[in-house]
C-alpha cells in the first residue's frame, strides 16, 4: 500500500520561506518522478514542479527562480523549498509520484501567503 505525507505548509509573510516535505512508502520511490502540485480556491489544479528520477528538473514559469525541488531517493522523500513566496502562491499544494503505470498523490498540505 502506498503512503504519501506531506508536512511543512502554513502561515507565511509575503516575502518568506516555506520547505514542504513528502514521505513516501510503498513504492520505489528511485523510479518514480515526483512533482508538487497546488490548487488555489476556484481553480484547478497545476503543475509547480517536478524532479524525475535521474534529477532533471522542470518549474512553472511562475515559481522559477523563487522554488527548487529536490529528492532524496535514500530517505523516499521529495522537498520543495520555495523563497520570496508571494500572496498569489497561496494554495493547497499536491505531491504527485508518478510511473508509467501508476499515479500516487499526497493529501495536501495548505500554505498560506500573507500580503
Known amino acids: 500500500q502506498v503512503h504519501m505525507v506531506e508536512s511543512g505548509g502554513g502561515l507565511v509573510q509575503a516575502g518568506g520561506s516555506l520547505r514542504l516535505s513528502c514521505v513516501v512508502s510503498g513504492i520505489i520511490f528511485s523510479s518514480y518522478t515526483m512533482g508538487w502540485y497546488r490548487q488555489a480556491p476556484g481553480k484547478q489544479r497545476e503543475l509547480v514542479a517536478t524532479?524525475?528520477?535521474?534529477?532533471?528538473?522542470n518549474y512553472a514559469d511562475s515559481v522559477k527562480g523563487r522554488f527548487i525541488i529536490v529528492r532524496d531517493n535514500a530517505k523516499n522523500t521529495g522537498f520543495l523549498q520555495m523563497d520570496s513566496l508571494k500572496p498569489e502562491d497561496t494554495a493547497a499544494y499536491y505531491c504527485?509520484?508518478?510511473?508509467?503505470?501508476?499515479?500516487?498523490w499526497g493529501q495536501g498540505t495548505q500554505v498560506t501567503v500573507s500580503s
Open positions: 524532479i524525475t528520477s535521474g534529477g532533471s528538473t
Open positions: 504527485n509520484v508518478v510511473s508509467d503505470l501508476r499515479a500516487y
